[in-house]
């Protein structure tokens, strides 16, 4: 039995596309591992279930929760749920998320492989953040395979969204926070 890696059905060995959605099944585990990761059917481990709110006091910033301006530094910082970990990045140009392709080991601005990018369904070219009229930031959802969600709103893909101080982003089931730092 193979088991198709876009619908999961299980289909007759040695067949070449999948009964049920007609998916190629040449080569699949060898475009497993280089794919993002769909998550519709998965189940995350509960280590990764549990949600745990990132203290806002922690950030050191003047700029008032909720507010769409950047400071004059274009400074942000992105906190991941999952590990408390911390990314600082100046914004003064497109920045894209997502994580490094292995086969041309081309990578995004902010790489999210070490952050289990592959297992939490972090495309590739995830996300895009670009800067506007000097004081605003956008995010752009690129097309993902398994989405991006904005304070839990899912996203339409090539729509920009504003960003405002401690939103809460989820790029597949990676959850991070972002803050402007002053």
């Not at 959605?21 to 699949?28: D, K």
């Not at 605003?136 to 996203?155: A, F, I, M, P, V």
């Amino acid at each position: 039995m193979q088991k198709c890696p876009v619908c999961g059905f299980e289909n007759r060995g040695g067949i070449v596309f999948c009964e049920n959605c007609g998916t190629s099944m040449i080569g699949v585990q060898q475009r497993l591992h280089g794919t993002t990761r769909y998550l519709d059917s998965e189940k995350l481990p509960p280590e990764l279930e549990e949600t745990h709110d990132i203290e806002v006091e922690d950030v050191k910033s003047d700029i008032t929760l909720g507010t769409t301006e950047l400071s004059a530094s274009r400074l942000i910082r992105l906190e991941f749920r999952h590990e408390k970990k911390t990314v600082e990045i100046k914004v003064d140009k497109p920045i894209r998320l997502g994580r490094r392709d292995p086969a041309t080991n081309a990578s995004p601005e902010v790489d999210l492989t070490t952050q289990a990018g592959y297992r939490m369904g972090v495309s590739r070219l995830h996300a895009e953040l670009r800067p506007k009229d000097d004081k605003k930031l956008e995010l752009w959802d690129l097309g993902s395979s398994n989405g991006t969600q904005l304070n839990g709103e899912r996203l339409v893909s090539n729509q920009p969204y504003v960003l405002r101080h401690g939103d809460k982003l989820q790029l597949g089931q990676l959850v991070l926070q972002i803050y402007f730092i002053s």
